[in-house]
């Protein structure tokens, strides 16, 4: 059974950093897209970015690009989202998911999902 869990979200100021962490379990990720989405209270969940499990390939919204990264640590199944920079409109629910497609940026095309980790962002 997959299991994916995040962690590492609270409040921060703005222009301040966070880093989230996602710990996959229960089957081989060598060649499945890891990614993050998040939902802000009454809007749709929106993509954030992916990485392919090795690490060599990542796609970033441009909402997030040059301020978020991506990275893998394969020996400890995890996958973590840097933010930098944080605005008031990162505030969201920030969910990590698994698909097969790193280009994909629809929610429809991530299989497993995360119980999402709450980060909010003061001004």
């Known amino acids: 059974q997959v299991q994916l869990v995040e962690s590492g979200g609270g409040l921060v100021q703005a222009g301040g950093s966070l880093r989230l962490s996602c710990a996959a379990s229960?089957?081989?990720?060598?060649?499945?897209?890891m990614a993050w989405f998040r939902q802000a209270p009454g809007k749709e969940r929106e993509f954030v970015g992916a990485?392919?499990?090795?690490?060599?390939?990542?796609y970033y919204a441009d909402s997030v690009k040059n301020r978020f990264t991506i990275s893998t640590d394969n020996a400890k199944n995890t996958v973590y989202l840097q933010m930098n920079s944080l605005k008031p409109e990162d505030t969201a629910v920030y969910y990590c998911?698994?698909?097969?497609?790193?280009?994909?940026?629809?929610?429809?095309?991530?299989?497993?999902w995360g119980q999402g980790t709450q980060v909010t962002v003061s001004s």
């Open positions: 998911a698994t698909g097969s497609k790193l280009l994909s940026t629809s929610s429809n095309e991530y299989t497993y």
């Open positions: 229960g089957r081989t990720f060598s060649n499945r897209v």
């Open positions: 990485v392919s499990w090795s690490g060599r390939s990542t």
